[in-house]
C-alpha cells in the first residue's frame, strides 16, 4: 500500500540548508498500524507530508496504492486521509458544522454531507458535543472530531496518515483515541502514525519503522524491536570511579558527576539477578540501584551506539 | 467515492464557511461595520463646518460621502487578510490540500465572504449618510455605475488584502499591514479638494488608484458629468484584481511547499 524508496528532503538555501530526510526507504504490504517511531527533528512529519503529497521530495520516489505521490498526486489524495499535527478544524464552527463542510468539500450534496456528519459524531462519541462550538472542546474531543473529519471523504479501507495523533493528550484520552485508531485498522484501514512514544508504538502497531536523523535505523514488529533493544534500564550508583571506568563502555546512560550508569535489562527478576552478579562478582562496586523502562532516548542510544541485545548475552 | 468538486463547489461552500464564521463573531463585524459610520459623522459634523469644498456642493456631507465609501470598503476587505493568516497557521490548509482544493478556492471564499459583508457595511454607510443630509441625484445608470466601481473595488481590495494575509507570518502582522492600506484614501480627493495640499502631493493624489473611484462615484452620484473617470476606475481595480490573484497563486505555492 504504502511504498518509498531513498527519500530526501533538504530545507533552507542550497547548500547551507538542512538535510531532514536522508534516503528514507519504507514499505508497508499490508493493511494494519505501522508507526513511524522518531524523537523531535527526526524527519517524521517530513515523511508523512511527502507520503500525503503535500511536500515534494527532492530525490527518491513513493507511492501510495500504486500511485506515485508526485506524478499521480490527484489519484493518491483519493484514497488518503491526512491528519496532521496542528488542528484542521474551525474553532469557531461546531464539530457538527465542521464536518458537513468536510463533506461538501468531497463532493457530498447537502443532505447526504448532514447524513455522513450524524454517522462520525456517533462512531467518535461527539454526539453530545455536536451543536457545541469547538473552541469548547477538550484536547482528546478536538483530536477525535480531527480524526472524524479526515475521514469524511475518504473511501473506507484507505490509507490514513496520522502524524503525532496523541501528542499532548492525557492519558484517557490518549487510550481512547487508541481505540479509534485500532476500530479504522479493524475495518481493513493501512494506518500509519508517528508518534515519539514507544509505548504507543507498542501498544498500537504491528510494525514500527524507527526514524532517526533523516534515516530508517531499524524496523520491525514490536516484539523484534524489542528483543534488540531491552525495555528497561537499570541505573547503578557505583562505589567508586575505577569501577565507573571499567563498566562505562556497557552503559547506555551516563552520568560520571553521580558515578551512575544506566545499563539495558529485560526488567524480569532473574536479568536483574544475573546482571549484577555479572557486573560485580565481589559485591562491592555497586551501592545501589534503581530500575525504570527505558525511554526513548535509551532506545536510540543503543540503536545507534551499537549496545544491543544487551539482555541475551549475559 | 463521490464524483471530484470543482472549484466553484469548493468556493461556495468555503464562502459558507468564512460566513458562518462571520456570524459567530458578529461583535467584531459590527465593530469594523461602524468605524466608517463613525469616521463619517467625525468627518461631517466635527470637521466639515471648515472644509470649504469649492462651492460646488451644498454641504459638506454631498462631498465626503463617496471618500467614506471607499474608506468602508478599505476597512471591510482588511479583515480578509487576518482570516487567510489564520487558515495558514492552523493545519486546516493542508486539510484542503490533501482534499484536492486548489489555493485560488480557498482565497476565493475568504473574498466573496468580504464582498457579501462589505455590502452590508456599505448599505449601512448609505443609509447614515441619507439620514444626515446626503441626497443622491444619481440616475438609474448612474446608480447601475456606482455599484459596478464599488463592486470592483471591494473584491480587488479584498484579494489584495488576501494576498497580504499570505505575505505576513502572523494574523498580527497581516492587520497591521492592511492599517496602511486603509489610509490609502486620504492622499486623494475624499475628504478635501487635492488644490490645498501641498504642491508635491499633487501628483500622487490625483493619480493613485482610489482618486478616479472617488471622483466618480462623486460625480455619479450627483448627477454632475464624470469623463473617463468611471472607466479609469475600472481598470484600476481590475488591474489591482490580476495582480493580487496572480500574486497570491505565487505566495501560495511558496508558503505550502
Redesign the interface.
Known amino acids: 500500500m504504502i511504498e518509498a524508496h531513498g527519500l530526501t528532503k533538504s530545507y533552507g538555501k542550497p547548500g547551507a540548508g538542512v538535510r531532514v530526510l536522508d534516503g528514507v526507504g519504507l514499505r508497508v504490504a499490508r493493511a494494519g498500524i505501522h508507526a513511524l517511531l522518531g524523537p523531535n527533528g527526526a524527519g517524521k512529519t517530513t515523511t508523512v507530508?511527502i507520503l500525503?503529497?503535500?511536500?515534494t521530495p527532492d530525490s527518491g520516489s513513493a507511492r501510495i496504492a500504486g500511485y506515485d505521490v508526485v506524478a499521480d498526486r490527484?489519484r493518491v489524495?483519493?484514497v488518503?486521509?491526512?491528519t496532521?499535527?496542528?488542528?484542521?478544524?474551525?474553532e469557531?464552527?461546531t464539530g457538527e458544522?465542521n464536518l458537513r463542510?468536510?463533506a461538501?468539500?468531497?463532493?457530498?450534496g447537502r443532505p447526504r454531507a448532514r447524513q455522513r456528519a450524524d454517522e462520525l459524531l456517533t462512531r467518535f462519541g461527539l454526539v453530545d458535543a455536536a451543536r457545541r462550538?469547538v473552541r469548547t472542546y477538550s484536547g482528546g474531543m478536538r483530536r477525535r472530531l480531527?480524526l472524524a473529519?479526515?475521514l469524511v471523504?475518504s473511501?473506507e479501507p484507505g490509507v490514513f496518515f496520522l502524524d503525532e495523533p496523541t501528542t499532548g493528550l492525557d492519558p484517557r484520552s490518549r487510550r481512547e483515541l487508541w481505540h479509534v485508531v485500532r476500530e479504522l485498522a479493524d475495518r481493513g484501514a493501512t494506518v500509519l502514525l508517528t508518534t515519539q512514544y514507544l509505548e504507543e508504538a507498542d501498544q498500537l502497531a504491528d510494525r514500527v519503522a524507527v526514524l532517526d536523523k533523516g534515516r530508517i535505523v531499524a524496523e520491525g514488529t514490536p516484539a523484534t524491536l524489542k528483543s534488540r533493544v531491552a525495555g528497561h534500564r537499570m541505573d547503578l550508583v557505583l562505589s567508586s570511579r575505577e569501577a565507573y571506568l571499567r563498566l562505562a563502555t556497557r552503559a547506555v546512560h551516563h552520568s560520571p558527576e553521580t558515578l551512575t550508569l544506566g545499563i539495558p535489562t529485560d526488567g524480569t527478576a532473574a536479568h536483574a539477578r544475573a546482571l549484577l552478579d555479572d557486573i560485580d562478582p565481589h559485591r562491592t562496586d555497586v551501592e545501589r540501584f534503581s530500575l525504570h523502562s527505558a525511554t526513548l532516548d535509551d532506545v536510540f542510544l543503543a540503536l545507534t551506539t551499537g549496545t544491543t541485545e544487551a539482555p541475551a548475552h549475559v | 467515492?463521490?464524483?471530484?468538486?470543482g472549484i466553484l463547489?469548493?468556493a461556495t461552500?468555503?464562502t459558507?464557511?468564512s460566513l458562518?464564521?462571520s456570524r459567530?463573531?458578529v461583535d467584531a463585524v459590527i465593530t469594523s461595520m461602524m468605524l466608517p459610520v463613525l469616521l463619517m459623522l467625525i468627518f461631517v459634523y466635527f470637521f466639515g463646518g471648515a472644509i470649504d469644498t469649492g462651492g460646488a456642493h451644498d454641504s459638506y456631507v454631498m462631498y465626503v460621502v463617496p471618500g467614506v465609501l471607499l474608506l468602508c470598503a478599505g476597512f471591510g476587505s482588511a479583515t480578509t487578510a487576518v482570516a487567510v493568516s489564520e487558515d495558514m497557521k492552523?493545519?486546516?490548509i493542508?486539510?484542503?490540500?490533501?482534499?484536492?482544493?486548489d489555493g485560488t478556492s480557498i482565497l476565493a471564499g475568504h473574498v466573496v465572504a468580504s464582498t457579501v459583508r462589505n455590502l452590508v457595511s456599505t448599505t449601512l454607510v448609505f443609509g447614515v449618510a441619507v439620514l444626515i443630509g446626503f441626497r443622491p441625484a444619481a440616475t438609474p445608470a448612474g446608480w447601475l455605475a456606482v455599484a459596478a466601481v464599488l463592486l470592483a473595488y471591494i473584491v480587488a481590495l479584498s484579494w489584495l488584502s488576501a494576498a497580504i494575509g499570505l505575505l505576513a507570518r502572523t494574523p498580527e502582522a497581516a492587520g497591521g499591514f492592511t492599517f496602511f492600506m486603509s489610509f490609502l484614501p486620504y492622499p486623494s480627493s475624499a475628504f478635501v479638494p487635492v488644490d490645498t495640499m501641498p504642491g508635491w502631493l499633487h501628483g500622487f493624489a490625483e493619480h493613485q488608484p482610489v482618486t478616479p473611484a472617488i471622483e466618480s462615484l462623486r460625480g455619479l452620484l450627483l448627477d454632475q458629468p464624470v469623463g473617463d473617470t468611471p472607466w479609469l476606475a475600472l481598470t484600476w481595480a481590475a488591474g489591482v484584481l490580476v495582480v493580487s490573484v496572480a500574486l497570491s497563486r505565487v505566495l501560495f505555492r511558496t508558503r505550502?511547499?
Open positions: 507530508r500525503s503529497t503535500l511536500t490527484r489524495r483519493r488518503i486521509s491526512l496532521g499535527q496542528f488542528a484542521a478544524v474551525d469557531t464552527l458544522e463542510m468536510m461538501r468539500l468531497t463532493g457530498l462550538q480531527d473529519a479526515g471523504g473511501p | 467515492m463521490s464524483d471530484a468538486p463547489t469548493h461552500v468555503l459558507g464557511r458562518l464564521v459567530r463573531n492552523g493545519g486546516i493542508d486539510r484542503f490540500r490533501s482534499l484536492d482544493i505550502t511547499r
